[in-house]
């Protein structure tokens, strides 16, 4: 269909959206200006948050460029089945929590395991998540001016030439933004009913679990196991690694994985580390899963609901066997410099496709810098360093090093913390850390809400790191994150001349004033 003179609201394109995603067969939705023939500055392969972000910085100094994406909306997997149901279930299960904790007492009702359904959330994203596709599509078309053909899949002939929906492109540059998929280990019955991975999940699921075993260790475990036993199903963790600490994860603090992951204990959920799935057995759907404990003995799990979360591989096997110049790693990720360049002169590789991390400002600010490049301005991309966060029931975000990734970089590391650490006081009474969505937990169960660790040196009282277990904290985090990775980084000093807004979620202004007026700094 071609909609380049249509103007559609919202709800006409969540229906166009709707209907192409319900019929397999459905025509390309095609916005090509009618000056098609002519060659585009670049074509972006992909349409998710790199592309996307790429093509509108491109046409906004000027350029043309053509996105081409296979789902029949622009954005990606994040609002389809990644990020956004993400998050949709670690809100809800920062609620549960509380409803569980509080069950019958003030004014929560009693807990009924009835009304927290996993199935019921995934159906609420599943029908709602074509409203957010409908505004990508609706912005990119009506405010950003940048032509798309959507639900149609990419032939790429050269590194100039790709075909979609019957016609042939052309374009100086191209732009790679395929994105990844999940990976699914080698463990026998992983192809059974009842057993999902985060996107399955939203695709496929068609009852309500009751009991689950989780797959892996690092961030999708972690959230999507707090959330399924934060609905009340009886949820186990089978890791290789230890909980919270595979690679992504290294600057994730040793007393905050501690906080989280004794929090995930204490409500419930059995973490088995070092542990090994060996196989997943049932006659065509779960039942159990066999594991290897770090003992060496074996243990047989009831189940009835297998959740995979061990991590994503980039989506490009298609594109290297298109373009036999590109160059890639082991893992397929395109190897790219940092303008985003890969061994072949005009074509860019962005996002999940070029490998770790797979995070959303990479994959945007990947495409922004390809554009840039393309359209002769000189710009490189960066992205060693970077705030991050993941969910439990809580919001747990960090940036910088970690207290043992400094102490063993610099020998005066000074660490203000909340609660603090001294040792015999009676922490488990201190309501604090304090704010907005913690107040209950503080006034009731102090222990439950949260913690939080500023790590600095001490001599030039540059903080080196920020950690953060509670609500509220992740908007300062990319302000703090540009702030301490400036060349004259960002001091205890400055930190503590910062203006507060009571009751700020983490404490790091207030509590480093209380240190600021020490000509040498020593810990709180
Ligand atoms: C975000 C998608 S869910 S995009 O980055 O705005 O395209």
Redesign the pocket.
């Known amino acids: 269909m071609d909609v380049r003179s249509e103007h559609y609201n919202l709800a006409k394109w969540y229906d166009i959206i709707e209907s192409a995603l319900d019929d397999p067969d459905s025509e390309p939705i095609v916005n090509i200006a009618e000056e098609a023939a002519s060659e585009y500055d670049a074509i972006f392969v992909g349409?998710?948050?790199?592309?996307?972000?790429g093509a509108a910085f491109l046409r906004a100094l000027g350029g043309r460029p053509l996105i081409i994406d296979a789902w029949p909306f622009?954005?990606?997997s994040?609002?389809h089945q990644a990020?956004?149901p993400h998050h949709l279930f670690s809100d809800v299960a920062a609620e549960m929590d509380l409803w569980r904790w509080y069950s019958g007492r003030f004014f929560f009702p009693d807990w009924d395991p009835d009304k927290a359904s996993i199935l019921e959330m995934v159906q609420l994203f599943r029908d709602g998540r074509s409203y957010?596709h409908a505004f990508?599509n609706w912005?990119?078309k009506e405010q950003l001016n940048v032509e798309f053909m959507l639900n149609a899949r990419a032939r790429i002939i050269d590194s100039r030439t790709v075909e979609a929906g019957g016609r042939r492109f052309t374009g100086q540059n191209m732009v790679i933004g395929t994105g990844a998929h999940v990976k699914v280990p080698q463990i026998p019955g992983l192809e059974m009913h009842g057993v999902y991975d985060f996107a399955t999940l939203i695709e496929d699921l068609d009852y309500e679990p009751g009991k689950c075993v989780v797959i892996g260790g690092g961030k999708t475990a972690v959230e999507y196991g707090s959330f399924f036993n934060a609905t009340g199903c009886e949820t186990t963790i089978v890791t290789r690694s230890g909980i919270m600490q595979t690679p992504s994860l290294h600057h994730v603090d040793d007393d905050v994985r501690d906080y989280v992951t004794e929090g995930m204990r204490k409500r419930g959920i059995t973490i088995l580390e070092g542990a090994e799935p060996v196989e997943v057995r049932g006659s065509g759907t779960v039942s159990e899963v066999v594991v290897r404990l770090r003992s060496g003995e074996t243990l047989t799990l009831g189940t009835d609901f297998v959740f995979v979360g061990t991590g994503e591989a980039p989506n490009t096997g298609w594109v290297l066997d298109a373009l036999p110049g590109l160059k890639s790693d082991d893992a397929g990720a395109i190897i790219v410099d940092r303008r985003m360049l890969t061994s072949i002169p005009n074509v860019y590789a962005i996002g999940d496709a070029i490998g770790a991390p797979m995070e959303?400002f990479k994959?945007?600010k990947c495409g922004v810098t390809a554009a840039r490049n393309i359209m002769g301005i000189d710009s490189e991309f960066d992205f060693s360093e970077y705030p991050d966060f993941l969910h439990s029931t809580y919001e747990v975000t960090w940036v910088g090093l970690s207290e043992q990734e400094a102490r063993q970089q610099y020998d005066d590391v000074i660490i203000i913390q909340m609660p603090p650490y001294v040792k015999g006081l009676d922490t488990e009474h201190l309501p604090l850390p304090l704010a907005e969505r913690t107040m209950l937990y503080g006034f009731t169960q102090p222990e439950l809400s949260g913690f939080q660790k500023l790590v600095a040196d001490g001599r030039p009282r540059r903080v080196l790191g920020a950690h953060h277990v509670g609500y509220g904290a992740k908007d300062s985090f990319q302000y703090l994150d540009y702030l301490i990775h400036r060349p004259q980084g960002l001091t205890i000093d400055e930190l503590g001349d910062m203006n507060e807004l009571f009751l700020n979620p983490e404490h790091f202004i207030q509590l480093s004033r209380l240190r600021a007026g020490n000509t040498k700094l020593v810990d709180l």
């Open positions: 349409g998710g948050a790199g592309g996307r972000f622009l954005g990606g994040c609002p990020c956004v957010a990508m912005q990119t959303m994959a945007r």
